[in-house]
């Protein structure tokens, strides 16, 4: 798992996950916002950014329900935990979504929301 710390604070983690029926998830999770609405709009931002990589990388467009978003609180008080992630059918699908949600997380965003 890829870790990084955000100006905000938030601690950013990317890693993949492989599943019991042989698929294997990739996901990014934003640990540290500070309100179920920041959470919520990060959420979608990314949800958002990713759906855009997945339709240009497979050359056709990606459903919503192609990328996965959760969000929560780990305790009452706590700051809020977004997850946003993908269920791909090939580690080496996963290891290239891995390879774009690492440079997303890390690299100063140029999109717009």
Known sequence: MA???TPGHQCVLVGT???????VMSIIKIDGCTSE?????????IQSDLIEYISIA???VAPVEAVMVESGQI???AG?????????ASREE?????????AYATKPSTWQH
């Open 3 to 5: 870790v990084e710390v």
């Open 17 to 23: 996950k492989p599943l019991d029926d042989g698929w």
């Open 37 to 45: 609405a920041e959470a919520v709009w990060l959420g979608q931002c």
């Open 58 to 60: 497979n050359d056709e």
């Open 75 to 77: 305790a009452p008080g």
């Open 80 to 88: 809020w935990t977004v997850a946003v992630y993908v269920v791909l």
């Open 94 to 102: 996963a290891a290239a979504m891995f390879d774009f949600m690492t």
